[in-house]
Each structure stands twice: as structure tokens, then as C-alpha cells.
């Protein structure tokens, strides 16, 4: 299981890599990818919203299933990536590349309160 | 505790990704359900699906019992070695299961049933076996390994494993069966390729399978099956028909035999209710997601429902079957409720995809 020490998770799957502005990029980690299979859509959250911890703010399919992605923490959605639009299938070959969205956290506090990697993959594996 | 198959083993050492499919341990695929689905369309695939369960028939009642137990006609079945699709219904003219039943000799048929359903389709066979109007044994065969070996190099390789069994399976046409090598070999499949279906002694399984995978197969799981039988515009037990669905509703009145006077089980309610939708496929033209079942359609006639809904490798599209309301017919658009959103698809006969090559 691939899981980078320099990144926080969900217990929903989800990683989050801080930016030098202050930001997170989300995307879904490597186990859930391979759990989910081959990928064929995603649906990002738009720029500009407003969301709150928790809140399933996208979905990401593949040939087997739906699976919603959530809001790690609460913010406003600062990009999405228009590029899996086309290619979802990134998300399969580097979970860590193909991001989802940026969010800007209400309280920067939130994203510490997260998992980090040893605490992720106990999760995971649970 | 998960019922496993003869190649339970073999699936792990492959580094198969198992899942509970209807309380079996089985394989959804062995690293890309999608890279595994192109590989049976453009070559071989190999399945397991010994979790399906074969029952023989025997006795010199056994083609009187089954024309009064399936609701297509086995008086079809004249050459040994011929099969047919059928459903098995109940009294409301339900489907109890689907399946495809062999004649080999006047006092031998044998049937191969859905795994969900093989416990309840022996107490019903069982049951109407045993109200002795019929001279029939139904016997369960639980010690068999069964195969499929899909795509259109399959038969090739399926010689190459198995010279021996060449002469006697060349001639085979589609939807037979025959006897070689310690096998039964048929035609018949569930992908809309060419290719066999063969079962055999349990303990054979891993040699069986090792042969056929140095001859070319790519062991392919059952999520491949899945997307191969949806383009192929096939039914699946428990989605797109079950005992609360006629066949008249689900597709299959082709395989319903009211041509002559036969008294099978379901017959009266069939006759009495009729059908009451169109049964079709989609092609999802917006993008949006993908369709799966339950969802539900919205047609200019009124509301429909999504049966099965698959993403398709081959079309690179999202694809479904679907009961409609009366009047639907293909070339029609209507809307899928995907989430918080209809999307636009387009109304089609089955199949999507025959021999490799789209149809819609």
C-alpha cells in the first residue's frame, strides 16, 4: 500500500497535501483506488464552494461502483481538476498526481486533526 | 464461511482480487476488470464459474418432466448434444432461475444453473420431480470444475491445450455440446463471443486451468463478465429478471414456447397477464456518470427502471438494460435520474456488441 509520509487522510479515503499558499490538494489515495477498479468518471466539486466537513462534494466512479468523495475538512473550493474529466483513469495509474480539488480551510487547525500516514494505513487496513 | 471453488488457490497465487459474490469467494479480476474484458473480445479470456452448479436429469421421464417444468420447449432439443436457453418459472409465472439444459440421451438432460439460485432450484426441481407423475432422478453434480473459455482465438487455444479433444469438438456448432478429453464441451458462452464452456472432474481444476493459460488464455475475472454479458445485451438472474418478473417483462419471450399446447408451470399467469413494458438497452449520450441499476428512467410514455447499467469497454460508453414503458422503442431519447441529474440516453435493441464489433 502506497501511503507518503508528507500527506494527511480521511478515514473516507481521501489525501490532502498542503501548498505553499495555505490550500490543500485532495485527491483519493492509492488504496482506494485499487479497491475501486478501473475508473471511468469523476465528478469534481466547483470552484467557489462552500462546504462543510463531511459533506460528499463529488463522486468518483468505476466500472463496479459509485463512491461519493467527501470534504475533509470545511472550506471553499478553490480549483477542481478539469483534466480527469477526460482522463479519470489517472486516478488508476497515480492516485497521488491525479488531484480532485483545492480547498481553502475555514481553520487551518482542521487539517492537523486529520490522520496521518501511520494512522491511515491502520485505518485502511482495519 | 465463503463457499470456495476447486481454484480457489490458483485465483490467490494469481493475485486475484476476491470478492463474496453470493456468498462464494470468487475472482473480480486479476489487475484490470477492463484490460481483462478487451483481452476476451480481441482474444481469450478464461473464467471460472464453477460456483454455477450442474444437475442431471435422468430417468425415462426426463423429457416430460422438463417440458412441464421450463418454459422454453426441450421437444427442440431432437440431436444429442443440442442445448437451449430457458427460464424455469413458478405458479405466478415468476423466474425462479435461467439456465441452459443439454440433451444427451432420452433418459439424460442436464442442466447447469446460476449459483445464487442452485439451492432453490433443486428443492423445486425436487419437488415436482417427486410428485411422481414423472420417472425422473434429479441429481446435483457438486464435484465438477466448470469453465469458460471466451474470445476469438478460444476454440484455437482451447486445442492447443487440448489436441485430443480437437476431433471430436471442431464440428461443434453453436449451442452443442459434446464429450472429449474426460469433458463435456460446449458452445455456448456469455460474452457474445465464440468460445466453450466445459466442465470436467473437480480434481482436474488447477491442471485444467494451467493448460489453458500456457496455451494463451488470460484468466479473467467476474467483473469482466459482467461488462461482456452487458454488451452482449445478456440477462442476469437477480438484476435484470427475478421471481417477482416475468419473462414477458425481462426480455425473454423468445425463449418462451406458447406455440403448442404444452401445460408448463407459469403458463396460465404468463397467458393472463401478458407483458406490460418494453424491455431495451440505453446508451447514455450525456456525460455524468454511469448507469447502474434501479435508477430511474424518464420516458415520454411515463417512468421506466435501469435493470443492469454498466460502464462498456468496448463502446467506451455507459450502457444498460432497462424495463420501459409501453411504446418505448429504439431511437428514442429519454432521461436517466443519475444522482441529482437526467441525463440524456438513447433507446437500442440488444445486443451493443457482437463478435468484437459494436452495434448501436
New interface residues.
Given amino acids: 500500500m502506497n501511503i507518503p509520509k508528507d500527506l494527511r487522510y480521511t478515514e473516507s479515503h481521501e489525501w490532502l497535501k498542503r501548498e505553499t499558499d495555505g490550500t490543500y490538494t485532495v485527491g483519493i489515495t492509492d488504496h482506494a483506488q485499487e479497491q475501486l ?2 475508473i ?2 469523476v ?1 469534481a466539486p466547483k470552484a467557489g464552494r462552500k462546504v462543510a466537513s463531511g459533506e460528499a462534494i463529488g ?1 468518483v ?1 468505476s ?4 463512491s461519493d468523495i467527501y470534504a475533509p475538512v470545511a472550506g471553499e473550493i478553490v480549483a477542481a481538476n478539469a483534466e480527469l ?1 477526460g482522463t479519470p483513469e489517472k486516478v488508476n495509474t497515480d492516485a497521488y498526481g491525479a488531484w480532485m480539488f483545492r480547498i481553502k480551510p475555514d481553520n487551518a487547525g482542521d487539517v492537523d486533526k486529520l490522520l496521518d500516514a501511520a494512522a491511515y494505513e491502520k485505518s485502511a487496513n482495519a | 464461511m465463503l463457499k470456495t471453488t476447486p481454484l480457489n488457490a490458483v485465483h490467490l497465487a494469481a493475485g486475484a ?1 476476491m470478492v463474496d459474490f453470493g456468498g462464494w469467494d470468487m475472482p ?2 486479476y489487475g ?3 484490460e481483462e474484458h478487451h483481452a476476451v473480445r480481441q482474444n481469450c479470456g478464461l473464467f471460472d464459474v464453477s460456483h454455477m452448479l450442474i444437475v442431471d436429469i435422468e430417468g425415462s421421464g426426463s423429457r416430460s418432466f422438463l417440458r412441464h417444468v421450463l418454459a422454453n420447449d426441450v421437444e427442440k432439443l431432437k440431436i444429442p448434444g443440442k442445448a437451449l436457453y430457458t427460464c424455469m418459472l413458478d405458479g405466478n409465472g415468476g423466474v425462479i432461475d435461467d439456465l441452459i439444459v443439454y440433451f444427451f440421451r432420452e433418459d439424460f438432460f442436464r442442466l447447469v444453473v446460476n449459483a445464487g439460485t442452485a439451492e432453490k432450484d433443486i428443492r423445486w426441481l425436487t419437488q415436482l420431480a417427486d410428485r411422481g407423475q414423472f420417472a425422473v432422478h434429479v441429481t446435483p453434480q457438486r464435484d465438477r470444475a466448470l469453465l469458460a473459455i471466451q474470445g476469438p482465438n478460444a476454440r484455437e487455444i482451447f486445442w492447443k491445450a487440448f489436441p485430443e479433444a480437437k476431433a471430436n469438438t471442431e464440428n461443434l456448432m453453436p449451442f452443442s455440446a459434446a464429450l472429449a478429453a474426460g469433458m463435456m464441451v460446449a458452445r455456448t458462452g456469455y460474452t457474445g463471443e465464440d468460445g466453450f464452456e466445459i466442465a470436467f472432474a473437480a480434481d482436474r481444476a488447477e491442471d485444467v486451468w494451467k493448460k489453458l493459460v500456457a496455451a494463451g488464455a488470460r484468466p479473467a475475472g467476474l ?1 469482466a463478465r459482467d ?1 461482456l454479458r452487458l454488451e452482449a445485451g445478456m440477462n442476469l438472474y437477480g438484476q435484470d429478471m427475478d421471481e417477482s418478473v416475468s419473462p414477458l417483462d425481462a426480455g425473454l419471450a423468445w425463449t418462451v414456447d406458447l406455440k403448442t399446447d404444452r401445460a408448463f408451470v407459469g403458463r396460465p399467469a404468463l397467458e393472463k397477464e401478458g407483458s406490460s413494458n418494453e424491455f431495451l438497452g440505453l446508451v447514455l449520450t450525456d ?4 448507469l ?1 441499476g434501479h435508477q430511474k428512467v424518464l420516458a415520454p410514455e411515463g417512468e421506466g427502471e435501469v435493470t443492469s447499467g ?2 462498456s ?1 468496448t463502446l467506451s460508453q455507459s450502457i444498460a438494460l432497462a424495463r420501459l414503458p409501453r411504446g418505448t422503442k429504439p431511437g428514442d431519447t429519454v432521461h436517466v435520474q443519475v ?1 441529482d441529474k437526467a441525463l440524456a440516453a438513447r433507446v437500442v435493441k440488444p445486443p451493443f456488441v457482437r463478435n468484437g464489433k459494436s452495434l448501436v
Fill in positions: 477498479g478501473d471511468v468518471f465528478e463522486v466512479e466500472v463496479k461502483a459509485a474529466t | 482480487r473480480v479480476h484490470s476488470q477492463i467483473g461488462t456525460k455524468g456518470g454511469v447502474r454498466t460502464f469497454p444522482r
